[in-house]
Nanobody
Framework: QVQLVESGGGLVQAGGSLRLSCAAS????????MGWFRQVPGKERDFIAG????????VYADSVKGRFTISRDNAKNTVYLQMNSLKPEDTAVYYC????????????????WGQGTQVTVSS
C-alpha cells in the first residue's frame, strides 16, 4: 500500500503560479508511475499530468500543456506539479495518484490516491 500526502495548494490570482508536492511512503517510490488529477464539485476527476518511474517521460492533458510541469525526485519520494499562468478554470481539488504502470491517463489506471489539496484561482 502506498500513502500519498499532497501539499502546496492555496489561493492565487489569475496569471500566478503554485507548486504542488506529493510525498509518498509505503512502497519503493521509483517503482511507481505517478499522476496528478483534479476535480470540481459535481464533475468527474480529470487527468492532468503523468510521469514515468524515472521521470524521463511525461504526458499532459491538453488543457494544461505548456503551463503545468510534472516532475519527481526519487531520492525524496516526492512528485511535483508546477503550475504557471493559472486561470480561474484551474480552480479545483488536486489529487496525486500512484500506479503500478507508467503514464496512465485515466483514474482507473491508478491504485492509490492522496487526500487532495484545494487550489483556488481568483480573477
Amino acid at each position: 500500500q502506498v500513502q500519498l500526502v499532497e501539499s502546496g495548494g492555496g489561493l492565487v490570482q489569475a496569471g500566478g503560479s503554485l507548486r504542488l508536492s506529493c510525498a509518498a511512503s509505503g512502497r519503493t517510490f521509483s517503482d511507481l508511475g505517478m499522476g496528478w488529477f483534479r476535480q470540481v464539485p459535481g464533475k468527474e476527476r480529470d487527468f492532468i499530468a503523468g510521469i514515468n518511474w524515472s521521470g524521463g517521460s511525461t504526458v499532459y492533458a491538453d488543457s494544461v500543456k505548456g503551463r503545468f510541469t510534472i516532475s519527481r525526485d526519487n531520492a525524496k519520494n516526492t512528485v511535483y506539479l508546477q503550475m504557471n499562468s493559472l486561470k480561474p478554470e484551474d480552480t479545483a481539488v488536486y489529487y496525486c495518484a500512484a500506479s503500478r504502470l507508467n503514464l496512465r491517463t485515466t483514474a482507473r489506471g491508478y491504485d492509490n490516491w492522496g487526500q487532495g489539496t484545494q487550489v483556488t484561482v481568483s480573477s
